[in-house]
């Protein structure tokens, strides 16, 4: 797997697949995503162009970054993670208040704690099917390509379609 941000520094990052999405690789994904969202990811564009088949591991790896990216589980994550990755403190003596965030309304990565996204792309008829069927279609809106998904992302305002 590969990951970029797009471009350069932005908070939107291009995550190409390789292979299956299966037990093996979805806690390798996992951690994978979980680390670009600690860099300062709050989209991410899945390119699905090489992956033939996903199992429920997968899925579930796939579900649960959608939930991480909602507001209330952002807002929940930042008010419990101070910036050394400690509790949020009531005193306010790292410039933060009890919430976690600082006087501009940013979350403790810097980042505001609206929605992020996450979008597929390039994603074949079989695993199409299996997303329909899962009903993660309604959550995770996916596109032809890469490309087309950067634009929609980067033209806001970014949320799920269904």
Not at 6 to 31: C, E, K, M, W, Y
Not at 41 to 46: E, G, I, S, T
Not at 51 to 78: K, Y
Not at 103 to 121: E, K, P
């Amino acid at each position: 797997m590969r990951s970029r941000f797009h471009p350069a520094g932005a908070d939107l990052a291009v995550v190409t697949l390789i292979g299956d999405l299966d037990a093996t690789s979805a806690a390798q994904l996992r951690d994978h995503l979980g680390a670009l969202l600690s860099d300062g990811a709050d989209h991410l564009v899945l390119d699905f162009t090489h992956i033939g088949f996903v199992d429920s591991s997968g899925l579930s790896v796939l579900a649960g970054v959608h939930r991480l990216l909602q507001p209330s589980q952002r807002a929940q994550q930042e008010q419990q993670a101070g910036p050394d990755g400690h509790g949020a403190d009531d005193s306010g003596t790292d410039g933060r208040g009890a919430n976690g965030r600082g006087a501009d309304g940013r979350g403790a990565n810097g980042h505001g704690a609206g929605a992020g996204t996450v979008a597929l792309a390039a994603v074949n008829q079989r695993v199409r099917q299996v997303l329909r069927i899962t009903g993660l279609t309604r959550i995770l809106p996916i596109y032809p390509s890469v490309q087309t998904a950067v634009v929609v992302l980067q033209a806001g305002p970014r949320r799920s379609s269904r």
